[in-house]
Nanobody, 114 residues
């Protein structure tokens, strides 16, 4: 399988932006559908966005038009650009190799607050 490590995140005010990165190890990264999930305090983990090996994307309605998922297969890296952030976007964000049970990154905190 693959090992996944998130970076980026942090504290930003409402309306601001953050860019998350997910670095993957493993030679099969380029053929995997990947995704970003998030878990807000007191809520279940939810799917935010997915991207296929051919860079076809899908987004949750709550982030559509504000977030952009992308990947660079040559660098074994996936990204989540988050713009126009709202307090309700505050969550731990997780990188995921969609086909593999247990293939999660460690999670990274994004906090949107004034």
């Amino acid at each position: 399988q693959v090992q996944l490590v998130e970076s980026g995140g942090g504290l930003v005010q409402p309306g601001g932006s953050l860019r998350l990165s997910c670095a993957a190890s493993g030679s099969i990264f380029s053929i995997l559908t990947m995704g970003w999930y998030r878990q807000a305090p007191g809520k279940q983990r939810e799917l935010v966005a997915t991207i296929t090996s051919g860079s076809s994307t899908n987004y949750a309605d709550s982030v559509k038009g504000r977030f952009t998922i992308s990947r660079d297969n040559a660098k074994n890296t996936m990204y989540l650009q988050m713009n126009s952030l709202k307090p309700e976007d505050t969550a731990v964000y997780y990188c995921k190799a969609i086909p593999f049970i247990g293939s999660w990154g460690q999670g990274i905190q994004a906090t949107v607050s004034s």
